[in-house]
């Protein structure tokens, strides 16, 4: 089905053209909510979430931009609004302790997979993962969306709806961030 088609049916409503959109769509939401939330319930619940508004709000698409570059906006607002949850519930709630008493780990942090990195380099993808989250959101989307899911610059500016300029800086910023935080990680 053609992306013109397939909107006009989703504003109708047709369940056909919406588990198309679903099957045509979901491993692209599904991969970029995994490299924002680093878990893969949450990201499947998400993913879920994020069809479901796509669904709801189809009749305020506009097509300034393409359907996926929509899509990819939502996941990722989506993304970061659940994070915030995630981490207003953490604060609020009872805290236990990280250390026990012969400063042993008292909970231990899952190792992160993402279906696109290779066996043999999961542990080091798991480190730059956390490095990531350190970033500021912003150098944090632009970063992901570049590196990880493939987008261009170009792509990447329209999910982010800003100039290609910023995301450069951003990407660049990005990388410099990284770089510290990982030398510092590794006390190089």
Known sequence: MVEKELIIE??????????????????LVYNTVLGFLQNQE????????????????????????????????????SSFEF?????????FGFMSPLFGEQNEPTIEIADFYHPGIALDRRENASMLFKAIKKLPENQQIAFLLNKVEGLSYQDVSKVMNTSLSAVESLIHRAKINLREILKNLYNL
Do not use: C, M, P
């Open 83 to 91: 994070l915030r949850r995630k981490k207003r519930k953490k604060r």
């Open 42 to 77: 949450d990201a499947e619940d998400v993913t879920q979430d994020i069809f479901i508004k796509v669904f709801e709000s189809i009749h305020q698409f506009k097509g300034d931009s393409s359907l996926t570059t929509w899509i990819y906006r939502i996941a990722v607002t």
């Open 10 to 27: 989703l504003k109708r409503g047709d369940e056909a053209a919406f588990q198309a959109l679903v099957s045509s769509r979901q491993n």
